[in-house]
């Protein structure tokens, strides 16, 4: 809050001062599912805290935070108001998790020229398509 008096003809007001804006970083980044982002938060005036739709929470200048299913998450981080400070900041990143195009190899499991030769190619998602080029072994 804010103080004020008065000393003869003079009247005065002291107020809580500004904070200086925090930042996040990175501010916006894709990945793919399983893979973690270290977020740093700098400037503000105070302590910091975090938050948002990917589950990071806590305190302290960094947090180490790993997206494990699809979809678009926000990461906030608060340097709260204090006594000195009269209103909090906080800044954002947005982040964007998919998942990722993988696929397995066996070893020998297709017939060329009449031998048994490899690999065999399981996609995933079942609809990708893959081309296999290479030379046969004898």
């Known amino acids: 809050g804010s103080f004020t008096g008065s000393s003869g003809p003079v009247a005065w007001t002291i107020s809580p001062a500004n904070q200086s804006a ?25 302590g ?33 108001a204090t006594g000195n400070y009269n209103a909090s900041n ?7 998790v998919t998942t990722a195009t993988s696929f397995s190899i066996s070893p020998v499991n297709f017939t060329y020229n009449g031998a048994q030769q490899g690999p065999t190619i399981t996609p995933t998602p079942a609809n990708a398509t893959y081309v296999v080029t290479g030379t046969p072994s004898a």
Do not use: D
Not at 57 to 73: I, M, Q
């Open 90 to 96: 906080v800044a954002t990143a947005t982040i964007t």
């Open 22 to 46: 925090v930042s996040i970083s990175p501010t916006s980044q894709a990945i793919n599912t399983g893979q973690s982002i270290n977020f740093t938060a700098s400037g503000g005036s105070t």
């Open 48 to 80: 910091y805290t975090w938050g948002g739709t990917a589950g990071a929470s806590g305190s302290g200048a960094s947090k180490l935070v790993t997206f494990g299913s699809p979809g678009t998450y926000t990461v906030t981080v608060q340097a709260p």
